[in-house]
């Protein structure tokens, strides 16, 4: 009598040790310390198992006990991959998912779970089916809008990273009001090829017209902030650059899958010797078995990010509704692969955490997608310092052709005219007769414009320069559309057309033509309405 009743008290007690952890845990979800509650629920877990395999090994173990051992080892390794994917530890917490699906395939609170992983990892179409289980179960009728939420919000990205159909009118037309738009991530007709710029680069698969999204991608970490006054910059500057190498090693160090991505980027060193990554590791949905270990110093990262982050862009973050003083550095992964070009086809916007990169102009199938790591409408000596701060010497084509013509000494002349604030419809005047007499033509007439833009737009922009130059130099019009065909299309070229639109208060022909010079700077995210809206903000007036 005694030896039976023996068991049955460890037993209790044990019960009871088991039901003062599972509230403790409980407990500690509700309150959202996840990593204790993590702790607590991985005790609960493994006695739990310990119970069960106890009892599997009884001869006739009873299925009811069985049942209920079952049910809520279920739930407490649903509520640990909670607690794990609140602390991003998406890995463990799938595992999780998929040991509580074991017992119970349609486990409402465990589906959920999964799906918003799936979502954080931009896998649309496995949330998709999460959400699409989960809503067949009984416990859904509950939280039928809560699922629904989600069902509509995966079908949207999955739509998006499907076909690269975005769209950010609303957005705009609102005046940029609330969170910017969560976006999918998206990789339109490229891969990754050796580049004659240097090292590896993006390659189109197929044609791509202007406007046409190339890539839209979520940044790895980003770090934002407003700089006001100058001293008062370069600290915060400063700090800023510390918080965002924080946010990348926090990154790394939770995600095998980002870690390894990481370390297919350039530290700028050696970089023809550089692996060439197929494409299919950038899409979230590609399965890995499993990625290798990567052992990186910090000296690496740091190469790493000094090469790759990119700033966002002012220009446009001012029509974006953004404060001038704003600056924000973030690293994504795919768009670094993008070289520089001082002949760019493509422009990059940044919408919230998203880098979106559409084609500014057309580009061919095989062609390097490019776009500008800094300003490309400027002279040459001005591009090569500031490809030497980047660390690199622009071999883009545009620059070759250039040192060839500004050794010139008439070149070299206008260059210094301009320098000492000369004339500038004099400028554009000797430059455009130079062009004739060396026999500059087509693109590389764009080129020469490009590097004297500021020359072109003060003398178009100016009465008194027009009333004297205007009929020897050629229209504005005709100007623009070659330096688009050069380096595609820029804010300034287009607040020019957008300007004189506003004085002819817009002929036909004319809002076309600002209409396409917006489509290659914002790309056909936005349509036909959003679009006057922002060339409205360019010019600072409404458009007809
Ligand atoms: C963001 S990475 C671009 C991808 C890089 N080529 C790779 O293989 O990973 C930037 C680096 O590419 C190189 N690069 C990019 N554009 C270049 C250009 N126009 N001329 C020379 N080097 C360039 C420089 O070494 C630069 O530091």
Known sequence: MREEQEPELA???????????RSKATELLLREEWRESVQIYSQFITLRQGQISNTCQHSDPDPDRLSKLHKSLCLALSNRAEARSRMRDFAEALIDCEQALEIEGTHFKTLLCKGKIFL?????????????????????????????????????????????VFDLSDWVLNGFQGKSPELAEYIGAVQVKKSEISGRGLFATKNIDAGTLVLVTKAIAIERGILSGQGAGEN????MWKNFIDKVNDSFERCRRTQHLIGTLSTGEDEEGLEVPDIS?????????????????????LSILDVNSHVEDTALAEVFGKNSDYYGVGLWLLTSFI??????????????????????????????????????????????EMSNSWGFNCKCMRC??????????????????????????????????????WMVRGKEKGYLRASFWVAYSETYGSERSMKRWGRRIPEMEAVVDSVVEAVGSDDRLVKLVAAGLKKSSGGLVEMERAMKLGKGLYGKVVKK??????????????LP
């Open 236 to 239: 915060a500057q400063l700090v």
């Open 120 to 164: 954080s990892l931009n896998r649309y179409s496995m949330a998709l089916d999460c959400f699409k289980a989960a809503v067949l179960d009984s416990q859904a009728a509950g939280n039928l809008q809560t699922i629904n939420g989600y069902l509509e919000r995966c079908k949207k990205l999955e739509f998006q990273s499907r076909t690269g």
């Open 529 to 542: 309405q959003a679009m006057r809206s922002l060339l409205g903000r360019l010019a600072s007036c409404s």
């Open 400 to 437: 070759k052709f250039e040192e060839a013509v500004c050794c010139k000494q008439e070149m070299r002349e206008i260059d210094i005219g301009l320098e000492r604030g000369l004339d500038v419809g004099g400028v554009v005047y000797r430059l455009e007769e130079g062009m004739r007499r």
């Open 11 to 21: 037993m209790a007690s044990l019960e009871e040790q088991m039901q003062q952890l």
């Open 339 to 384: 070289n520089h070009s001082c002949h760019p086809n493509a422009r990059r916007l940044h919408v919230g955490d998203y880098l979106i990169v559409h084609a500014s102009r057309d580009i061919r199938v095989g062609e390097e997608i490019t776009f500008m790591y800094f300003d490309v409408l400027s002279p040459l000596a001005k591009r090569r």
């Open 281 to 301: 590791l950038f899409r979230a949905e590609t399965e890995i078995s499993s990625y290798p270990v990567e052992k990186m110093d910090m000296g690496k990262i």
